[in-house]
């Protein structure tokens, strides 16, 4: 229930952001007409509409976005007629008889009809563009992770409702605005054309892609902080990679998110129990879950929970192209070396974010290169992330030796009070002369701490499925070979270069000499890349501001910007030595097959 109450008001906050500037017109023109025959019916269709088609977009293929975008293009077409009988009512008559009888009929039915408000409100359903918050970003990535369900479509037409709430008031308070300037000025039909005009302005909005593009970023900077404050004051966990975490969707998709992602990008981590802050005491969470359903154990033999009575454990869910996971990894390694032979057992749950990240050659080798020598449980089908209730990466789990659940931590940092939560737990174990002293960790390359002060980019991901600030011209074009031009990105935005196959996970490079551009702002860019199926090496080249990056080169690059994909991982590929600024970020790759998934940053 307390979801449902968080979707619905996180609706409401629509009518605070410019992503809702686009539907407004259509809105307004049912304001001087009765509420219950034209304006409710306008809105339950768009209630419905939009909730069943973020349902299918959020657990379904590209079939499902590939029908919307076609529906999005009748939806268009359909309102711009309706937008331009209201404004030229006499030059429709002089139209082609057939357009004339059907704009007639649309235009009696959308005037008063409940059957042409409803059809109205379900072409606005189609073209509505929510920016995605933390709250809708909440359902869709919990959607993306539990599957197919009723609960994903009604806390979707819960979010949709608290939109046509807000609406719905401003049809009532519009509509005795108009019949004042009818009363006082007779402006009847000018408020008709204005309306009209109003229509068709949005209509070319909404098909430039404003409405996704420019007013998505207005709106994020207004409402996540609103939407943020909501979710903490109801005490409800994003169901997010947070971070800086992998992704909005990030096992989608906040993905989270980063996202978070997706909520992803960003530094904002959940405080792991405020109560032991406050009181110094380690309050029981509760019972820790089954440890079965992975797929196989690296570097023990399957561990569970029964067997682990009477040890200390810590648990931390990761995924090896993660750069938050990766960043914590020295700390979780560190602990594990200097307490085991205290009574402290670490188990590392391996949850995928990608799909290559399943491939268990490919997770024995990060794990070996990673120097992970502790237990490893690749939980593949998401077995243990679901008991557990999991939503982030990485995430720690503290776990007494009486098999409770004392403590817990979401995202990066907060590495010396997680220690001493170790060390606590230990002595009431029983575990004699527990070392008082914080471990010092000395990081390189991607594992190094993110200088999150200045990381102003967020987590951006290439496959369709979560992409977002994409401003190539013409835009994406999802599932096929298309040749793209990068459009000049401004801070944040992206685009690409040369013939490329946008997936849902990923884009492919169809040939030679394709490039991505990214204009950042952070000390650090990583990038999660892969070669084709044959695992041939492709050679890359990187520039910032058009030149080599010299000094600023990442590990996985030379100071000239050439670089090789062998595997599929993540690659950092800037590491800048001086105070982070704008730039430019190219990656031109000189061969064909590179699979590109998600930037981060840190």
């Given amino acids: 229930m307390l979801l449902f109450l968080l979707a619905y008001l996180g609706g409401v906050l629509t009518i605070v952001s410019p992503c809702i500037l686009p539907v407004l017109p259509f809105v307004f023109s049912r304001a001087d007409r009765p509420f219950l025959k034209s304006g409710l019916p306008m809105l339950a269709g768009m209630t419905v509409t939009f909730a069943l088609i973020a349902s299918l977009a959020a657990v379904a293929g590209g079939w499902a976005v590939e029908a919307n975008r076609y529906g999005r293009f009748a939806a268009i077409g359909l309102l711009a007629v309706f937008g331009i009988m209201l404004l030229f009512p006499a030059i429709a008559e002089r139209v082609t008889?057939?357009?004339?009888?059907?704009?007639?009929?649309?235009?009696?039915?959308?005037?008063?009809?409940?059957?042409?408000?409803?059809?109205?409100?379900?072409?606005?359903?189609?073209?509505?563009?929510?920016?995605?918050?933390?709250?809708?970003?909440?359902?869709?990535?919990?959607?993306?992770?539990?599957?197919?369900?009723?609960?994903?479509?009604?806390?979707?037409?819960?979010?949709?409702?608290?939109?046509?709430?807000?609406?719905?008031?401003?049809?009532?308070?519009?509509?005795?605005?108009?019949?004042?300037?009818?009363?006082?000025?007779?402006?009847?039909?000018?408020?008709?054309?204005?309306?009209?005009?109003?229509?068709?302005?949005?209509?070319?909005?909404?098909?430039?892609?404003?409405?996704?593009?420019?007013?998505?970023?207005?709106?994020?900077?207004?409402?996540?902080?609103?939407?943020?404050?909501?979710?903490?004051?109801?005490?409800?966990?994003?169901?997010?990679?947070?971070?800086?975490?992998?992704?909005?969707?990030?096992?989608?998709?906040?993905?989270?998110?980063?996202?978070?992602?997706?909520?992803?990008?960003?530094?904002?981590?959940?405080?792991?129990?405020?109560?032991?802050?406050?009181?110094?005491?380690?309050?029981?969470?509760?019972?820790?879950?089954?440890?079965?359903?992975?797929?196989?154990?690296?570097?023990?033999?399957?561990?569970?929970?029964?067997?682990?009575?009477?040890?200390?454990?810590?648990?931390?869910?990761?995924?090896?192209?993660?750069?938050?996971?990766?960043?914590?990894?020295?700390?979780?390694?560190?602990?594990?070396?200097?307490?085991?032979?205290?009574?402290?057992?670490?188990?590392?749950?391996?949850?995928?974010?990608?799909?290559?990240?399943?491939?268990?050659?490919?997770?024995?080798?990060?794990?070996?290169?990673?120097?992970?020598?502790?237990?490893?449980?690749?939980?593949?089908?998401?077995?243990?992330?679901?008991?557990?209730?999991?939503?982030?990466?990485?995430?720690?789990?503290?776990?007494?030796?009486?098999?409770?659940?004392?403590?817990?931590?979401?995202?990066?940092?907060?590495?010396?009070?997680?220690?001493?939560?170790?060390?606590?737990?230990?002595?009431?174990?029983?575990?004699?002369?527990?070392?008082?002293?914080?471990?010092?960790?000395?990081?390189?390359?991607?594992q190094a701490a993110s200088d999150t002060a200045d990381v102003l980019s967020p987590e951006t991901y290439i496959g369709y499925e979560r992409a977002q600030n994409f401003v190539s011209p013409g835009g994406a074009v999802n599932e096929v070979a298309h040749t793209y031009t990068d459009g000049g990105p401004r801070l944040n935005e992206w685009g690409f270069d040369g013939s490329w196959t946008i997936g849902r996970e990923h884009a492919a490079l169809n040939t030679a000499d394709g490039a991505i551009v990214y204009r950042f702002h952070a000390r650090d860019l990583h990038l999660v890349l892969g070669p084709a199926a044959d695992g041939k090496p492709i050679r890359f080249r990187v520039t910032l501001d058009g030149a080599p990056p010299t000094e600023d080169h990442g590990v996985d690059v030379a100071a000239d910007g050439t670089g090789v994909i062998t595997g599929q991982r993540l690659y950092q590929l800037v590491r800048q030595k001086d105070a982070a600024r704008d730039r430019t970020f190219e990656i031109r790759f000189l061969d064909p097959g590179v699979e590109a998934y998600a930037f981060t940053f840190g």
């Fill in 97 to 446: 008889r057939p357009l004339v009888d059907f704009g007639a009929r649309l235009s009696r039915s959308a005037d008063g009809g409940i059957g042409g408000s409803l059809l109205l409100g379900a072409a606005t359903g189609l073209l509505w563009a929510p920016c995605a918050g933390p709250v809708l970003g909440l359902i869709l990535t919990g959607a993306a992770l539990q599957g197919a369900n009723i609960g994903t479509t009604v806390l979707l037409l819960a979010y949709a409702a608290g939109a046509a709430t807000s609406l719905a008031l401003a049809i009532l308070v519009g509509g005795r605005v108009f019949a004042a300037m009818k009363r006082s000025l007779g402006a009847g039909e000018w408020v008709r054309r204005g309306l009209g005009a109003a229509v068709l302005v949005a209509v070319a909005a909404i098909a430039l892609g404003l409405d996704t593009g420019l007013l998505t970023r207005l709106s994020l900077s207004g409402t996540v902080a609103l939407e943020e404050r909501l979710i903490k004051a109801l005490g409800a966990e994003q169901p997010v990679a947070m971070s800086g975490g992998s992704g909005m969707m990030q096992a989608d998709p906040a993905m989270m998110a980063d996202g978070s992602a997706m909520m992803a990008g960003g530094s904002a981590m959940m405080a792991a129990n405020p109560q032991a802050n406050a009181t110094g005491a380690l309050p029981v969470e509760g019972i820790v879950p089954s440890l079965t359903g992975a797929v196989e154990w690296l570097n023990s033999p399957p561990l569970t929970t029964e067997g682990l009575k009477g040890k200390v454990v810590l648990v931390d869910f990761w995924t090896y192209s993660c750069v938050n996971c990766l960043r914590a990894i020295p700390y979780v390694r560190a602990w594990a070396e200097k307490y085991k032979d205290q009574g402290l057992v670490v188990i590392g749950v391996h949850t995928p974010e990608f799909a290559f990240e399943k491939d268990l050659g490919n997770v024995r080798q990060a794990a070996t290169d990673l120097g992970t020598t502790y237990p490893v449980a690749v939980d593949n089908d998401y077995a243990i992330w679901r008991v557990f209730n999991n939503r982030y990466w990485p995430a720690h789990y503290f776990i007494d030796a009486e098999g409770r659940i004392r403590h817990h931590k979401f995202g990066e940092g907060g590495y010396d009070e997680s220690e001493r939560v170790i060390q606590k737990l230990l002595a009431e174990a029983g575990a004699k002369q527990v070392a008082s002293d914080i471990v010092a960790v000395n990081a390189t390359g991607a």
